[in-house]
Every structure is written in structure tokens, then in C-alpha cells.
């Protein structure tokens, strides 16, 4: 299938960077893997606290170019009508690359805030309030000149608006550790259980209506519950996080209860996309995008549903608050419900921006497979070092470094299952790059 509007191709060189930078994440995953049973590896050039730091703010900065290239590209079939400003939208990728790796790259000359998952400096900030603005305009323009408003792309909007707008409370460092952790999770974690959910949820709701043909009405009332669902329970679910940080003692009942219930929007999920898949009018010839779509329902479920149940009540996270098992919940919830998903609009959306009438796709299956297996046993090996690390150091009292040596083969485990999973990364690349230039020489 053929893009519809010319101005789709502005979301391409947003995928491109996004999977550039993706790899980027992954060697810097790699790293850390290797530090931890090899703590002197690399050291002093890249230390384990600079290499985490990169590590996830690469996450973070690629997946944010998924989720704007995505937007740029299912929001003019959404209105039927061509983008606001092409110009506005290259303007801004320009900005927002230079800015993320001028700010990967001040972190090994440790030019940083120092403040976890925000430790943009802070002119690196006022780029990215100034990029995520730009967007959001952009983006209201468009919908407003555009012949229709739907469901989809209101919710897609109101999680860029919450986006922006909690990401203000980065600006905000008060001196009380406590008061600062307060206003801190509403970044860290109503960006990625609660505003990332509504765009995760319209992009799944656009892959499902354009995958199965299903009727928009039916996709539209599943929105709606997830949306639902993700405010209900994320925004008073954030006290899960004021258990153990001098907070009033009624966050250990109200945090529990509502993150209890945060696995009802990935549920939901699940089922909004084997409901549209039983309703389905057209079989799609894209079967790896159709792999990847209903893949992220059940990873995200499984990830950030199932083993944030796990460890999500008082009784139990008194146990494991910082250990390998909110790793293993971190690594797992990221990739089902936000790696996946990006990589998802990717495959369907890049095939029509490069006019591809004929799809070979067994590279990518190959490569989604190996992605797939990769995480869920790197999962479960930080589970297995997590579980140990909680009976010695929480139940025996055992020194947390004395610890750190029983759990080594966890350890290796999970940095042989990163090695898999970046060989399935490096299939999914080489088929990525491959076929464009293919596709240009034809």
C-alpha cells in the first residue's frame, strides 16, 4: 500500500534515527552487562554510573523520535489532510537530534545534572520543552485545518500534551530529597504508566484498524476504556513509588491498591487486539507489522502488567525495592509496551513511505523472534538474581557486594541473552537499511 499524503515522508528520517539510536541503547547495554562481571571493564573512560546513564537516556530519546515519526505519519490519514508545516517538521528532528546526542555525548565528559533519568543539563531541558512544543503545534495545526477529528489522534495529542507538561516538573529540583522524589516520579512515572500509555494506546488503535479492517467504531469504544483505565490507575498508582521515601503511610494502601490494578489497561489490550483480529475484513500482506502489533500487547502485559503485579505490593516491594527485580520488571516493560510498539508502526509505516508493492519479510520475523525470546530469558535471569539478592541481602543481611557474587551467573546469563538479543537487532537493522537501498537501486 502506497502513503496516502505526501507529507507522510517527513516520519521517515524520525524512524531512521530512532533505530540509529536504538543500537546506540544496546551497545551501551552491553557494557553495563559486561561491568557486572567485569566491573573494571572500560573504566575510567566509561564507568558504570556514565554507561547506565546513556543506556537509558538513548531509551528514552529514540523512542520519543518513534512515537513523533508516528504521529507524523498516521495523523494526516487520521484528519485526510497533509501536515501543517513539512518545514516546522524537519526544523524540530534537526533540533532534537542535535540536542539528544549533544547531551549523550557531554555525559562522558560528565556533563550532566546528575539527577536519575533527568540528568539533562539544563539548556538540554529548554531544547526539548522548545522540540516537544514545536511538535505539539505542529501536530494541533494539522488536526485543526484537517477535514475530520477521531478518536485516535485526540488521544495521541492529549499524551503529548501530558507529556510536555509533566516533563516541566524536571525544572523543578526543591532541596528536601523528600519533597524532590514527590515531584520527581510525576516525570519518571506518569510519563511511562500513564501519558505513554495513551500514545501507545492510539498507535495500536491506528495498526489495528489499518491491519485488520475492522470497523473504527469498534477500535474507538476499546480506546476509550483504556484511556479510562490508564487514569484511573496510573495517576494514583504513582504511590507505589512513596512506600519507602518518608511519604504519609496512606500511600502504602492507596499506592497498592491502584497498582494493582494498573495491569487492567495492558489487559485490555490484549483483548481490544484479538478483538479486532476476530472482526478483521482484510487479510494484510505486512504479517511481520501484524507480528509486532499483537506482539506488544502480550509483551507489555507480561512486562509491565504481570511483573509489576509481582512486586507491587508494600508487603513484598519492602523486600525488593532496588534490586535485579525491578530491573528485570523495567527491562521487560519498556521493551513489550514501547519498543515493540514503535518497531511495529515502523514496520508497517516504512514499507508504504518507500512504495514497496512486495513484501519479503523473513528477515524480520527472524530478527522479531529472537528480539522476543531474548528479552523474556533476559528477564528472567535478572528475576533469578533478584529473587537471590533479596533472600541474602534483605533476609540473611548479607553485604550487598558479598551478595553480588553468588549472583554472577545470573549475570552472565542475561549478558549472553543480550548478546541474542542484539544479534536479532543487528538482522532487524541489515534488513532495514538493506531493503531501502535496495528499494533505490530498483
Given at each position: ?16 534515527a530512532a533505530m540509529l539510536l ?153 532541596d528536601n530529597m523528600i519533597v ?72 502504602q494502601t492507596w499506592g497498592a ?186
Amino acid at each position: 500500500m502506497k502513503y496516502q499524503y505526501e507529507s507522510q515522508q517527513v516520519a521517515y528520517p524520525f524512524f531512521v534515527a530512532a533505530m540509529l539510536l536504538f543500537a546506540g541503547q544496546i551497545v551501551f547495554g552491553l557494557i553495563i552487562g559486561a561491568q557486572y562481571m567485569w566491573p573494571d571493564f572500560l573504566f575510567p573512560a566509561i564507568p558504570f554510573h556514565i554507561a547506565r546513564m546513556i543506556h537509558i537516556n538513548l531509551l528514552v530519546v529514540w523512542l520519543i523520535f518513534g512515537f513523533m515519526g508516528s504521529t507524523y505519519y498516521l495523523i494526516p490519514e487520521e484528519v485526510e489532510g497533509e501536515l501543517y508545516s513539512v518545514k516546522l517538521a524537519i526544523t524540530q528532528f534537526w533540533l532534537f537530534l542535535a540536542g539528544g546526542v549533544t547531551a549523550v555525548v557531554g555525559y562522558l565528559f560528565r556533563w550532566h545534572d546528575g539527577r536519575e533519568f533527568l540528568e539533562q543539563p539544563f539548556i538540554i531541558k529548554v531544547a526539548i520543552v522548545i522540540v516537544v512544543l514545536m511538535f505539539i503545534y505542529n501536530i494541533s495545526m494539522t488536526m485543526l485545518k484537517g477535514k475530520k477529528r477521531t478518536s485516535t489522534s485526540i488521544v495521541l495529542l492529549i499524551g503529548f500534551i501530558g507529556m510536555a507538561l509533566l516533563y516541566l516538573f524536571a525544572f523543578f529540583k526543591p532541596d528536601n530529597m523528600i519533597v524532590d522524589k514527590y515531584y520527581w516520579w510525576l516525570v519518571v512515572h506518569l510519563w511511562v504508566e500513564g501519558v505513554w500509555e495513551l500514545i501507545m494506546a492510539a498507535i495500536l488503535s491506528f495498526l489495528l484498524i489499518k491491519l485488520t479492517g475492522a470497523e473504527r467504531e469498534v477500535a474507538e469504544k476499546w480506546l476509550y476504556i483504556i484511556v479510562g483505565l490508564t487514569f484511573i490507575t496510573g495517576i494514583i498508582g504513582t504511590g507505589h513509588h512513596y512506600y519507602w521515601i518518608g511519604a504519609p503511610e496512606f500511600w502504602q494502601t492507596w499506592g497498592a491498591w491502584f497498582s494493582v490494578f494498573e495491569v487492567l489497561p495492558f489487559a485490555a489490550m490484549i483483548a481490544f487486539s484479538f478483538d479486532m483480529l476476530s472482526k478483521k475484513t482484510r487479510s494484510h500482506q505486512n504479517k511481520a507489522a501484524i507480528l509486532w502489533t499483537v506482539g506488544t500487547t502480550i509483551m507489555s502485559f507480561v512486562g509491565a502488567g504481570v511483573w509489576g503485579f509481582l512486586h507491587t505490593m508494600p508487603q513484598i516491594n519492602y523486600y525488593t525495592h532496588g534490586t535485579q527485580i525491578t530491573a528485570s520488571h523495567g527491562h521487560m516493560a519498556f521493551f513489550g509496551a514501547y519498543v515493540m510498539i514503535v518497531i511495529a508502526m515502523i514496520s508497517y509505516a516504512v514499507p508504504n513511505l518507500r512504495n514497496q508493492e512486495s513484501l519479503n519479510q523473513k528477515a524480520e520475523v527472524i530478527a522479531f523472534w529472537t528480539m522476543v525470546i531474548s528479552m523474556l530469558f533476559m528477564g528472567l535471569s535478572l528475576t533469578g538474581a533478584g529473587i537471590v539478592q533479596v533472600y541474602l541481602q534483605r533476609i540473611l543481611g548479607m553485604p550487598f557486594m558479598e551478595a553480588q557474587e553468588h549472583i554472577a551467573l545470573f549475570y552472565g546469563l542475561r549478558f549472553f541473552f543480550g548478546i541474542t538479543f542484539t544479534l536479532g537487532l543487528g538482522i532487524y537493522l541489515y534488513d532495514f537499511f538493506s531493503s531501502a537501498k535496495s528499494r533505490t537501486k530498483g
